[in-house]
């Protein structure tokens, strides 16, 4: 991919991962008015370094708030790495028999498919961005009529909070447009989750997970290496890859505060409407032939 490609993904990502909107939906849909196919493995490692780029503006942006709550002390740094193990747990337990599911959809009888085919299918996003907005708004519209939620313990997150939102992260996990941020903060909102701790929960979820991504990726790369002329060589691959994980970074830095003070100040919903209107365009795009 040419580097001003990666560039303008890069941006796309940072812009749109700290808001509840799906990037990858956002950046898959731009890569397709690029002319490229981001489930190629070399194409599905950039996306994944896209995202750790925004991965570390979240930590980044975080660190003195998880200071200040989850590790204040011992008692409570061990409560929430007890919660984001059972949440990422959950995960794994809801997302991984979607993801067979799914391949086996896809595979149609024929060929084994992977998960990674969807980052394409526009007639995919389209239906999982409608499905994120509907979620979103649901969410938004009811803290806006109930602005005073409730604050459990362990920095405002109970544990039943912290399960919904980790078996909710497993259904958004295979799915481009089922926004992973906007899911799992909403799932909170409506668990009566406090906003300030579910969205400083729901990021820590991400940065646990966004490793074992970048790993599977990795695994994918080596094995397309192991056929030469098939695929790109992960060396090659992994310079454009590093380029758009570092502007990922600082186009998320400026998206952060933007994310924060709409959700405090109870426009969650508007982020469904967008989300909903996008769906339309996504389809209307699809329908268009691309």
């Known amino acids: 991919m040419h580097w001003i490609y990666v560039v303008i993904l890069a941006a796309v990502q940072g812009l749109t991962e700290l808001l509840p909107v799906s990037s990858s939906a956002h950046v898959i849909v731009t890569a397709e008015l690029l002319h490229e196919n981001m489930s ?30 989850f590790f204040k002390s011992w008692n409570a740094f061990y409560r929430f790495a007890r919660m984001i193990f059972v949440a990422s747990f959950l995960s794994g337990l809801v997302g991984y028999p979607v993801i067979l599911l799914v391949e086996h959809i896809l595979s149609h009888g024929n060929h084994h498919a992977v998960i990674e085919a969807l980052f394409h299918k526009l007639n995919w996003i389209a239906p999982a961005l409608a499905a994120g907005g509907i979620l979103i708004l649901w969410a938004g519209l009811r803290e806006a009529r109930n602005p005073n939620s409730k604050t459990g313990s362990a920095g405002g997150i109970t544990w039943g909070q912290a399960i919904v939102m980790g078996v909710v992260q497993g259904f958004a996990i295979p799915f481009r447009g089922f926004s992973r941020s906007g ?108």
């Open 40 to 69: 190629t493995p070399a194409n599905a490692l950039l996306l994944v370094m896209l995202h750790t780029g925004t991965m570390f503006a979240v930590i980044v942006y975080f660190w003195r708030q998880w200071v200040n709550t």
């Open 183 to 290: 899911s799992t903060i909403s799932a909170g909102l409506l668990a009566d989750g406090d906003r300030v701790p579910v969205e400083s929960f729901s990021f820590a979820m991400a940065v646990a997970i966004t490793p074992l991504a970048i790993a599977r990726e990795l695994y994918r790369l080596v094995n397309a290496d192991a056929h030469p002329g098939v695929h790109p060589s992960l060396v090659t691959s992994l310079a454009p890859s590093f380029l758009g994980m570092v502007c990922a970074f600082f186009a998320g830095i400026l998206a952060l505060k933007w994310l924060s003070k709409w959700l405090e100040q109870g426009r969650w919903y508007l982020f469904g409407i967008y989300c909903l209107v996008a769906s339309i365009v996504v389809m209307l795009l699809y329908l268009r032939g691309w």
